[in-house]
């Protein structure tokens, strides 16, 4: 296990305000950067906004604004909700600032030195929306763009390329010698089948027709293409091909960090195809992981800025809190695989798994605390009840399998396994049945047993839930009077650890939702965006 991490999240365009299929992404990175943090290890995240181009251009044109204005305008709307969703990134990276314009400039020209661009002239099949040339086969008869379906059109331009083709070799072998390179597996056979195999064209790096860009400091009026701009952002932020670079040294050029780029399926094919090779252009380290996650649906359409029918988070997190939220993002879709959001699945999926099976296993076993123990603790002692060893070691093996599944980036099955440790839980209050032993003076001690090994399991899922629940956590460890030695992940090996102390039963973490009222609730904060 490397001892260090980088993990990063697209850098989003601020073409308009951020919806849930952003926050999606952002959420997991920082549920796996808390997550690394928690056991100890260094983890640095980063974030940001792509924010030149085309599209942006036109959108902050359309509104009377100038690019700069309105990309700052919509970037603290970004950074409004990466706070309430309590986002933990180190650093944010704009595409417009200094560091990483000086970046990209420095970055174009070693290409050309090295002979990797040349000048040419592009003509081809192009997107406006998605800004990308196609193939002819990629665009097939209907001259539809592969990606958002749209009619594209021929377009000539001077522009500079870079020789991909020339590279093709070294991705195969790239991915052949490192299979974990890119996940899941269907993505890199993705890759070989549609685009490496028909024949990687060279890429188009530079752009003459609009102007809100890097410059090419080598030829007036050329901008830098969006996509070399943007992927550089993963360097430019830690200081590369600047002075203070350590950061650049410690978490990328020191082989003992793991590099992570978490990214959405529609940009797999420039990061795990381009920006591989424009690192290799530059003589520098591989990623470690390239890790795409689904798409967040609606409908059967993905959930997107130009289809106009996103989910506005802010009145979701409003309404509902930040724990559900993440937890929900987390948990209901399948971290690799598209899901859809539906009201009705966000509303079952807190109320059987927070409501229901841990807020209300804390409840529960608080109140029999309360009720048989004066509201202490009692102490850890083994096998007083025939259920006891089958919990711990139970409990101890989650630990296991959540650790090996979520340094795996199998985030949703992680947390699969602690609502297993939960609802174990309380079929051991039905096993067990303290109400039954404590009519029976001399079943006391099975019954401290039993409360004993409730408050270990809460607190050992709570340890486990706490990159994900940011704030429910801590107050379950505050309602169980958890000692703050104890509030350190590596003490939840030590079954039996928490006891002896006076708890402070609170309100419940969870309040239920009524699942009519708020299926309605979130379909009209829906109907609101439309
Ligand atoms: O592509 N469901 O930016 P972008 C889940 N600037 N995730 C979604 C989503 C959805 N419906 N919609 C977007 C760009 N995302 C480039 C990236 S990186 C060097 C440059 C997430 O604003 C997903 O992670 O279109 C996707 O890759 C990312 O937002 C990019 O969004």
């Not at 601020?14 to 952003?22: C, I, M, Q, R």
């Not at 260094?42 to 030149?52: K, N």
């Not at 040294?249 to 797999?268: F, M, N, Q, R, S």
């Not at 296991?400 to 699969?416: N, P, R, V």
Request: hydrophobic letters at 35%; proline letters at 4%.
């Amino acid at each position: 296990m490397k001892k260090r991490f980088y993990i990063t999240t697209p850098i989003y365009y601020p073409s308009a305000k951020p919806h849930l299929g952003n926050a999606y992404c952002t959420v997991l990175c920082d549920i796996f950067a808390r997550y690394k943090r928690l056991r100890g290890f260094d983890c640095f995240f980063l974030t940001g906004t792509d924010e030149h181009g085309m599209k942006i251009e036109k959108n902050a044109k359309a509104v009377g604004k100038d690019p700069q204005t309105f990309v700052d305008e919509i970037v603290s709307i970004f950074k409004k909700l990466w706070e309430l969703l309590e986002i933990s990134n180190d650093d944010y990276i704009r595409t417009t600032e200094k560091r990483h314009t000086d970046v990209v400039q420095k970055v174009f020209s070693k290409l050309l030195e090295k002979g990797d661009i040349y000048l040419g002239e592009y003509e081809g099949w192009y997107c406006k929306e998605c800004e990308a040339f196609w193939t002819e086969t990629q665009v097939g008869k209907e001259h539809l763009c592969p990606d958002c379906h749209r009619p594209v059109e021929t377009a000539k331009e001077e522009a500079y390329f870079y020789k991909a083709s020339k590279h093709v070799d070294e991705i195969l072998k790239l991915y052949n010698d490192n299979p974990k390179f890119l996940t899941p597996e269907s993505r890199k056979n993705e890759m070989i089948n549609t685009f490496i195999k028909p024949g990687l064209g060279d890429l188009c790096v530079s752009r003459t027709s609009f102007s809100w860009g890097v410059p090419v400091r080598e030829r007036a009026g050329h901008v830098v293409y969006v996509w070399l701009d943007a992927l550089t952002n993963y360097i430019s932020a830690l200081g590369y091909g600047s002075d203070n670079d350590s950061l650049f040294k410690k978490y990328w050029e020191d082989e003992e960090c793991e590099i992570i780029h978490v990214l959405g399926a529609d940009i797999t094919r420039f990061h795990a195809i381009y920006w591989p090779m424009f690192l290799k252009s530059l003589n520098l380290r591989m990623p470690d992981r390239e890790f795409v996650h689904g798409l967040l649906m609606m409908k059967d359409e993905k959930m997107s800025k130009s289809k106009g029918n996103i989910i506005n988070p802010f009145p979701l997190v409003e309404r509902y809190g930040v724990d559900s939220i993440r937890y929900y993002l987390a948990r209901e879709i399948n971290f690799g695989s598209d899901g859809s959001f539906t009201p009705q699945q966000f509303v079952e999926r807190i109320n059987a798994d927070l409501v229901n099976s841990y807020g209300n296993l804390l409840n529960r076993t608080l109140g029999m605390i309360n009720k048989y123990f004066d509201g202490v603790v009692p102490l850890y002692q083994s096998d007083a009840t025939p259920f006891d060893k089958p919990l711990e070691d139970f409990a101890l093996s989650t630990i296991k399998m959540y650790e090996s599944l979520f340094d795996d980036l199998k985030i949703t099955d992680a947390l699969a396994c602690v609502n297993e440790l939960v609802n174990r839980g309380n079929k051991y209050i039905d096993e067990t049945m303290p109400w039954v032993l404590a009519k029976d003076e001399s079943k006391k001690d099975q019954l401290a047993s039993v409360m004993n090994h409730l408050v270990n399991v809460i607190y050992i899922a709570s340890m486990l839930y706490k990159p994900v629940l940011t704030h429910a956590s801590d107050e379950a460890f505050n309602q169980l009077n958890v000692s703050e030695d104890l509030r350190t992940y590596n003490k939840i090996y030590e079954f039996g650890c928490v006891g002896g102390q006076k708890i402070n039963k609170g309100q419940p973490l969870f309040p239920r939702l009524d699942a009519e009222e708020e299926i309605k609730q979130i379909q009209i904060m829906m109907s609101e965006n439309h």
